[in-house]
């Protein structure tokens, strides 16, 4: 495939190859999908989702080269300034989604918690919320690779430093009684080695929860060839389905204690938005109507779609699942 033309002044970033499945050690892959970086057009390079053939899961190969995430994460990177670029009524809406799905993690466990890490913590939205819950700010922990996150929340007493899992040494291992990772799994170089960390820092009874796009929902498959949103080429590096994620926690310490599906309306826009802008008849004025970040009305159709499909039992494209330390 060629990159469409609006990548041509775009570089062409180092690579590594990632030889072995992340989930499961084994040698032999196929073909599964392929793109570019559709969403933030920062490399001309064409990428390489493989699967698994012994099981199924699917990652990036090869990937790109650690000196280079300052390219594919820049400055201006979504994640990291959220809230200024939606609508108060999305934030609002997004506000709501959060409190019910606390809420129905914090019912899985055996007691209330008294201490709570949030891996990728962002400006520590779910670290307040914990407080509000009755925990003290010296048990509520945060991990964040932005410092200009991160130095206000350690100034305001939180446990919350710029690390990554695998270099985290502040933690005391059997210590956290609930560990949430919302949409960072998919982003590290070895998910096995994270969460058996986070494993060994809860204590027994206390529970991970994880949530990561899931490729076998109806979007994924749509626009399984290139363009589905859930693939956030090239910084997601690994994709899970329910079978492969259960597996990532059972091998690493986990009980799997619950599954549930959350919406996946940005995953939705964005396969959208990409096919209208680089499918074969573009048509850039349609693909603005599916930006996820600036069309409200579309967000709460889909929104309202997915929370329809859950609520019915079917598999949507961000799943929520929790591992529990025996
Ligand atoms: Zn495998």
């Not at 899970?240 to 549930?260: A, E, M, W």
Request: charged share 20%; with cysteine.
């Amino acid at each position: 495939m060629t990159a469409p033309a609006a990548f041509a002044d775009k570089p062409l970033i180092e690579t590594e190859a990632v030889p072995l499945c992340p989930v499961c050690g084994g040698e032999s892959q196929h073909p599964f999908a392929s793109g570019f970086d559709y969403e933030s057009l920062t490399c001309r390079n064409e990428w390489h989702f493989v699967s698994c053939d012994r099981c199924s899961h699917v990652w990036l190969n090869p990937r790109p080269a650690i000196s280079t995430l300052p390219v594919i994460y820049p400055p201006t990177y979504y994640a990291y300034n959220y809230q200024q670029q939606i609508s108060s009524i999305a934030v609002k809406g997004k506000q709501m989604l959060d409190a019910a799905k606390m809420k129905s993690i914090l019912k899985k466990l055996d007691r209330p918690p008294t201490s709570f890490l949030d891996i990728g913590c962002g400006d520590g939205r779910f670290l307040r919320a914990m407080e509000l819950q009755g925990l003290k700010r010296e048990n509520l922990y945060g991990l964040e690779l932005d410092d200009h996150v991160i130095a206000p929340l350690a100034a305001d007493g939180f446990k919350a430093y710029c690390r990554r899992v695998e270099d985290c040494t502040e933690i005391a291992d059997n210590s956290i009684d609930l560990a949430t990772m919302f949409h960072v799994i998919e982003h590290v170089d070895d998910p096995a080695a994270v969460v058996r960390k986070v494993a060994r820092w809860l204590k027994p009874g206390g529970i991970l929860a994880i949530e990561t796009p899931n490729v076998q929902s109806l979007d994924a498959r749509t626009f399984k060839p290139s363009f589905w949103g859930g693939y956030h080429i090239p910084r997601h590096w690994n994709l899970f389905r329910p079978l492969t994620l259960q597996k990532l926690l059972q091998d690493n310490g986990l009980d799997v204690v619950d599954t549930r599906y959350q919406t996946g309306h940005s995953f939705w826009m964005y396969s959208y938005q990409h096919r209208f802008n680089f499918g074969e008849s573009p048509k850039p004025r349609l693909a603005k109507w599916f930006n996820p970040l600036g069309s409200l009305p579309v967000l709460i159709g889909f929104t309202a779609f997915d929370k329809l499909r859950a609520a019915v039992g079917m598999r949507t494209s961000a799943m929520l699942m929790l591992g529990k330390k025996p």
